[in-house]
């Protein structure tokens, strides 16, 4: 399977804890995002990186949040010290330079107690 | 927040039927894409569009990218029952290369 992985699929914590998710783009893509889905929204850009630049962080990046992609490759996404507003799918998606076809991997769904 | 009008917000239609929603947004962009969700799971790329006016065909799914740069529609034809999902307009192709996502459109097909 060449697409977008993430891992774990599902996450459960408790208030308070720390997580940390894992993505793993299509392997010739340059280009790495990250966005956040809510019930009955569409996905909400997060932060995005050209090849292990981070480039932009939006506003609902708090500073609980931190991303990094040191080789260029796989990205992790942190929170720290969950609330259960932290509650949502995160998703990552890979394009390659030009064009913005993103491509999505299947998400990782947090559940904060 | 997310600037993208997409409706309906859902349709339950027979097998058969052709389906169409579209999208409007008060800002220009430079790049029109649909997706499919499937629940619990990430969104799948069904078409994307890059000029004003452009016209894209997948199968029994079209899509035109609007005029103005501010809307884009999406029909599908011949419904069939796995195109059941969730359906999403996304707008890009600003700097950051950024995607703004609609609420999506609620498909159902009855048998």
């Given at each position: 399977d060449t697409g977008v992985s993430q891992d774990p699929r599902h996450k459960i914590t408790k208030r308070?804890?720390?997580v940390t998710f894992r993505c793993d783009p299509?392997?010739?893509?340059?280009?790495l995002y990250w966005y956040?889905?809510?019930?009955?929204?569409?996905?909400?850009f997060l932060t995005y990186f050209q090849n292990e630049a981070q480039l932009e962080k939006?506003?609902?990046?708090?500073?609980?949040?931190?991303?990094?992609?040191?080789?260029g490759s796989f990205s992790?996404?942190?929170i720290q010290r969950t609330e259960q507003g932290d509650s949502a799918m995160y998703l990552c998606a890979s394009s390659l330079d030009r064009g913005n076809e993103q491509f999505f991997g299947p998400g990782t769904r947090l559940t904060v107690l | 927040g997310q600037q993208l009008n997409q409706s309906p917000q859902s349709m339950f239609i027979q097998e058969g039927e052709d389906v169409s929603m579209n999208c409007t947004s008060s800002s220009i962009f430079n790049t029109w894409l649909w997706y499919k969700q499937d629940p619990g799971e990430?969104?799948?790329l069904l078409i994307a569009l890059y000029k004003a006016g452009e016209l894209t065909s997948n199968g029994r799914l079209t899509a035109q990218f609007g005029i103005t740069r501010k809307d884009s529609f999406l029909n599908i034809s011949a419904s069939i029952p796995s195109d059941v999902g969730i359906y999403f307009c996304a707008g890009g192709g600003g700097s950051n290369y950024k995607l703004t996502f609609g609420k999506g459109t609620l498909l159902t097909v009855n048998p």
């Open positions: 308070g804890q720390n299509i392997s010739e893509h340059n280009r956040r889905q809510t019930l009955g929204q569409g996905p909400e939006s506003r609902l990046l708090s500073d609980r949040f931190s991303a990094e992609r040191p080789k992790t996404l942190e | 990430g969104p799948v």
